[in-house]
């Protein structure tokens, strides 16, 4: 590419190291898999609200429309998973790009753990006397056990040493971190 008169150098656009780039795949198909996760868990709370009922303490209810709170509290739980979920994917964003706000790396670290903590409990639940369909819960499961190897597969990628340099090395900010203050 030849300079034109008048026009400034265009910097080429920092290559992010593959397993960097493995790691934003991988994390974005966590947020994918656990907004489906969320999305089923709604589904399957809706069809069989009883565990919810059991748990809860309505006390004198005095006419108010149980089934009605139990559907709504349900879907505000969704929703609210859904936006957390959001939330984590502008935080995958922002990782990408490389943005030098260092909180997002450690924001992906704590769900990639959390979703692995949660994966193992996967395995120990077993739903008893319910009416919905034992599929669901498979597919709600299996659905959390693919978030967390995401997640975990993601949180090692990052780690290697050439995505830690490509982190280090620029903080986002278009500054050479061993020159402060020089612009290049």
Request: no cysteine; aromatic share 10%.
């Amino acid at each position: 590419m030849t300079q034109q008169p008048g026009r400034p150098q265009e910097k080429p656009a920092p290559t992010i190291p593959e397993s960097a780039r493995f790691a934003v795949q991988l994390w974005w198909a966590m947020v994918l898999l656990e907004i489906i996760h969320q999305v089923f868990n709604v589904v399957i709370s809706l069809i069989d609200p009883s565990g919810i009922r059991e748990n809860a303490d309505f006390g004198d209810t005095g006419g108010v429309p149980v089934d009605l709170v139990i559907t709504v509290a349900v879907i505000m739980a969704g929703v609210l998973g859904i936006g957390v979920m959001v939330l984590l994917g502008f935080a995958v964003y922002g990782y990408a790009r490389n943005s030098g706000w260092k909180w997002l790396r450690t924001l992906l670290m704590f769900f990639s753990v959390y979703f692995a903590i949660r994966a193992v409990v996967v395995f120990t639940a077993t739903p008893t006397g319910t009416a919905v369909p034992t599929a669901l819960y498979l597919i709600d499961g299996s659905l959390q056990i693919l978030a967390a190897v995401a997640g975990v597969l993601a949180l090692i990628l990052s780690r290697r040493p050439d995505a830690v340099e490509w982190r280090e090395k620029n903080d986002g900010g278009g500054k050479d971190p061993g020159n402060p203050g020089k612009q290049p």
